[in-house]
């Protein structure tokens, strides 16, 4: 995959202590690049009632970017600015954004937990997710648990690598705030 923010610097962060949104840049949105990790899915009818949201009422929400320009909430709204026409003229290719100084745990999590209380996740994408913070970044189930909001047993389930297969998909009752992905 080709990235956009090759060769670019930092992006500079919200000093310590204060809120992101008192310090919103407006960026070009291709100098960014999106995470590998998002579990959200908005299917095309939601997508153009955001485009109708961002061209109606303009920008109540910026992106949060890591200060390496990775999209940790928001992809959709990039997306459309980079995808509509008149989303794109209206801000001229440019994005608000909220810069964070955060690894890439924190910036997973973040994207679960934010995305999580808006909406739906595929749960194939969510076990990756989980299985990579587990495994690669050595960080406690409870705790994983605890910051996207989940059950211990959620995290049990989704850490186990043929998540579906091990527990039966139809006998298991999962968190709405998640789907299977081949549900949607």
Do not use: C
Not at 64 to 80: A, P
Not at 127 to 154: C, K, Y
Request: aromatic residues 6%.
């Amino acid at each position: 995959m080709s990235s956009n923010t090759e060769g670019l610097p930092a992006l500079p962060v919200t000093p310590d202590g204060e809120n992101p949104i008192d310090h919103i840049q407006w960026i070009p949105a291709d100098t960014l690049d999106p995470n590998v990790w998002n579990p959200n899915r908005v299917h095309k009818p939601e997508l153009r009632l955001l485009e109708r949201s961002l061209l109606s009422t303009g920008w109540i929400q910026p992106l949060m970017v890591s200060r390496e320009r990775i999209i940790i909430d928001g992809f959709h709204r990039w997306r459309l600015s980079q995808d509509s026409a008149a989303v794109r003229k209206r801000w001229r290719g440019r994005v608000p954004v909220a810069v964070l100084d955060v690894d890439r745990p924190t910036a997973m999590l973040m994207t679960i937990r934010i995305n999580r209380a808006k909406g739906t996740h595929a749960a194939i994408e969510m076990s990756a997710i989980v299985r990579e913070l587990l495994e690669t970044h050595h960080m406690d189930p409870a705790q994983i648990a605890q910051e996207i909001g989940g059950t211990r047993a959620e995290v049990d389930l989704l850490a186990q690598e043929d998540v579906f297969a091990a527990r039966g998909i139809n006998k298991w009752a999962y968190s709405p705030a998640w789907y299977p992905k081949d549900a949607a």
